[in-house]
């Protein structure tokens, strides 16, 4: 195997972990969340609904995790594009 079929494949693992790391993750949001959920319904049916604290703290994490996991790696296009952008500012600077 060479050198860039191995990176191929470590950077394939890597990402099929991230995948399943952002699984779990979401799997204990939506049960922990379901529980408090319960929890709010049972002892205080009608009254504030405080779950909704957790449901978005926790949800902002999830968002950007998912984000981590899904956005993909940067395209060519745009490492050209900074590229660029970091040559034009180097050659400003005393």
């Known amino acids: 195997m060479s050198t860039n079929d191995e990176e191929l494949r ?3 693992l890597e990402q099929i972990q991230k995948k ?8 204990a949001y939506l049960l922990v969340n379901i529980f408090l959920v319960g929890i709010w319904a049972v002892t205080d049916l009608g009254g504030f ?6 449901i978005l703290g926790w949800g902002i ?7 981590d996991v899904y ?6 296009e745009r490492i050209q594009m900074e590229i660029r952008h970091l040559e ?3 050659t400003t600077l005393p």
């Open 20 to 27: 399943r790391d952002f699984q779990a993750h979401l799997i």
């Open 88 to 90: 034009g500012r180097s």
């Open 61 to 67: 994490g999830i968002f950007f995790h998912g984000w």
């Open 10 to 12: 470590e950077r394939a």
């Open 49 to 54: 609904f405080w779950p909704i604290f957790p």
């Open 71 to 76: 956005k993909g790696p940067p395209t060519e």
